[in-house]
């Protein structure tokens, strides 16, 4: 049987503009956020693809930054030391 990615069915994004004019969607960022804290497999996809720069929000850009620094200590990356490490900044 072949392997396929199941992937949930994503509602079209809805896209801002920032006060520089670049595109950004906190849907997304949301979506992302998401999936790290779900699913342990995404963890390393998203980590070698994605940091807090790439954040609109300064709210996920706090939550991706701690969940890289949990990454970095080669912990799981798990909603409770995610919420752990905010706390301690």
Not at 63 to 75: K, L, W
């Amino acid at each position: 049987m072949e392997d396929t990615f199941d992937m949930p069915i994503i509602p079209p994004v809805e896209e801002e503009t920032s006060e520089r004019g670049h595109n950004y969607s906190l849907e997304a960022e949301r979506y992302v956020l998401g999936c790290v804290l779900l699913d342990s497999d995404a963890v390393v996809e998203v980590m070698h693809r994605i940091d807090h720069d790439d954040f609109y929000d300064p709210r996920h850009k706090a939550i991706m930054t701690a969940m890289e620094q949990i990454y970095e200590r080669d912990e799981v990356v798990e909603y409770a030391k995610v919420w752990e490490e905010l706390k301690n900044r």
